[in-house]
């Protein structure tokens, strides 16, 4: 197994350099306070999640009796994770949280999902769970709930896939009739639960789409429940079963050490579960959690790449290869600059969303480009991140094939975030036809502003680098009126086919914006640098140009792609 690195320099660069989230005023933390915090988290990761990553990949999951057993080396991770408090960072004070900016939040929950995704899903499912319970739920809910949520003792899921459904959402066929005092009896079966069941928890919460009845068809007509695995007193104690049952696990090319469950409500007996949030709103309230569902599948894919390509790097300079260390391999150096520019652009794409999370409490419009960050940060670092994951094991030839460094692992686990939450292609077509044509380009058209200005005050040595940026802000716009041009037309099939490779061309657009304005900021810093902050410096200026080099250059190919193929795909035989 290699061995745990971080690029912690990076990290703090970002927050406290780039993002200064020091300067949120209403968590009252300094640039020291945000280091200290980091460097605590990084050795819990270090000594009890990473640790865990490998036996629970080797021995997974046990479906006893309806019941899911884990691996024992998550046990003490798990226990940790909540009695230290870390499970509370970030949550509001008032329900026992301790609020810290989201992208130092983000930072930490992504150092350890890049150490053990499969585990740190359970405790992040249940935080998704918990704030739309805590947001949208009864004061029964808050008060009986949230509590033992907050302490561990409690998980929670999201339940909306079920089978012959899929993306589909609005097709399911899952029942919740009214039995008085606000209770509903529901029934149906649900696949693909990441963290259904397990004995991580004492009782599992869930959230569940169904159809009350009078309920239209599609997804207008579906509202969400809150579901527990065991039935919750009045007084808040547990109760008897509710006979939510886990009837079968998922046995999955990777994160064997997460429970993905068919769970059948309501077919043993009877399964009640309340309302939260107005009937026939479930989509709207169960996007509160697949919004952040997605940017942790994003996460996962950035965590997962920027962890393959450390323990790369570790690699690369110990094994020799005639006669010299590989990395002064010409095709291998290539490689490596390649997976940290990535890495390093997915890190500062998904902290700058984070950041404006923060920014939204103060400025209502910016939730119009965190809705467009979104998608990109959910496709296009699940996508990057498995690639990532691909050329750290090509540079560990066969023992990269091997399990001996774990390194295939991650190629196995990041591969499902392209997948889950709503595939990438889904996330294309929202990106496109609800983040784009629907807000009339306004979102959009603030961020290439920004974007613009940025590129006009790059410094001079990097002018190729803004010669090539220009021509991709050139060849964008005509991009959007190509496709602006098929939505007046109605020429739908047009615009679909085409939008996963607007995603990806607007995605790398952003992480190479996100990495230019790191690189501005090194060349201001670096001829005052020394030693290991200089090397540093000099390093992101290198991303940047590595990145434009390697990737952003790509979007002008992309976009003759777009804009030159004037067939409609379903037109033609296959």
Excluded at 375 to 400: D, M, R, W
Excluded at 436 to 461: H, N, R
Aim: charged share 20%; aromatic share 8%.
């Amino acid at each position: 197994m290699g061995k745990y690195r971080v690029d912690i320099r990076d990290v703090e660069f970002n927050l406290t350099e780039m993002l200064k989230v020091q300067g949120w005023q209403k968590y009252g933390l300094e640039d020291q306070d945000i280091k200290g915090i980091l460097t605590e988290y990084v050795k819990f990761v270090e000594n009890e999640v990473f640790p865990s990553r490998e036996p629970s990949d080797l021995i997974g999951l046990k479906h006893v009796d309806g019941k899911v057993i884990v691996p024992e080396a998550l046990r003490a991770p798990q226990k940790s994770f909540y009695d230290n408090g870390w499970f509370a960072l970030g949550m509001p004070e008032d329900i026992g949280g301790t609020p810290v900016p989201e992208a130092l939040y983000v930072s930490c929950m992504s150092l350890a999902t890049g150490a053990n995704c499969a585990w740190m899903m359970y405790p992040g499912l249940s935080r998704a769970a918990l704030n739309v319970i805590n947001l949208k739920g009864s004061e029964f809910m808050k008060t009986h709930i949230v509590p033992p949520m907050m302490s561990g003792a409690w998980g929670g899921t999201m339940c909306l896939t079920e089978a012959g459904a899929g993306s589909d959402v609005g097709a399911l066929r899952s029942t919740a009739k009214p039995l008085g005092n606000g209770k509903y009896s529901i029934q149906g079966t649900k696949i693909f639960i990441s963290s259904g069941e397990s004995d991580l928890y004492e009782n599992n919460i869930h959230l569940v789409l169904a159809r009350t009845p009078g309920g239209a068809e599609g997804t207008k007509g579906i509202s969400l429940f809150v579901v527990p695995r065991f039935r919750i007193n009045d007084d808040g104690s547990m109760g008897a079963s509710n006979n939510v049952v886990c009837s079968k696990l998922e046995h999955k090319m990777g994160i064997h050490a997460s429970a993905t469950c068919e769970l059948q409500f309501g077919v043993t007996g009877e399964s009640e579960g309340w309302l939260i949030g107005d009937e026939f709103e479930g989509m709207s309230t169960m996007f509160i959690m697949m919004n952040e569902a997605r940017l942790y599948c994003g996460i996962q894919g950035e965590a997962q790449g920027n962890l393959a390509y450390m323990m790369t790097d570790t690699y690369v300079k110990e094994r020799i290869q005639f006669g010299k260390e590989i990395i002064h391999h010409p095709d291998v150096r290539r490689s490596m600059l390649r997976m940290r520019a990535m890495s390093r652009g997915m890190r500062a794409l998904c902290l700058y969303t984070a950041n404006l999370f923060d920014a939204a409490h103060e400025n209502k419009e910016i939730e119009g480009l965190i809705g467009l960050l979104t998608p990109i940060c959910k496709a296009y670092c699940s996508e990057n991140g498995f690639n990532v994951s691909v050329e750290a094991l090509q540079s560990h030839g066969g023992y990269g094939y091997c399990s001996e460094y774990g390194i295939e692992q991650f190629v196995r686990d990041t591969k499902i975030a392209t997948i889950y939450e709503g595939t990438n292609a889904i996330q294309a077509i929202d990106f496109v036809m609800r983040k784009i044509l629907k807000d009339g380009g306004k979102s959009l058209t603030a961020l290439t502003t920004q974007m613009v200005a940025s590129v006009q005050k790059l410094d001079p040595q990097f002018k190729r680098e803004q010669e090539l940026f220009g021509k991709v802000l050139m060849s964008a716009q005509t991009t959007m009126q190509k496709i602006s041009e098929w939505a007046k037309a109605g020429q739908h099939n047009m615009i679909l086919q085409n939008c996963t490779d607007f995603l990806n061309f607007a995605s790398q657009m952003v992480v190479a914006w996100r990495l230019l304005e790191s690189a501005q900021m090194a060349a201001q810093k670096v001829g005052t640098a020394s030693g290991d902050d200089k090397a540093y410096y000099e390093s992101k200026m290198v991303d940047f140009k590595v990145y434009c080099s390697q990737f952003l250059v790509h979007n002008l190919s992309i976009a003759k792609t777009i804009t030159d193929f004037s067939e409609d795909m379903c037109s033609l035989e296959i």
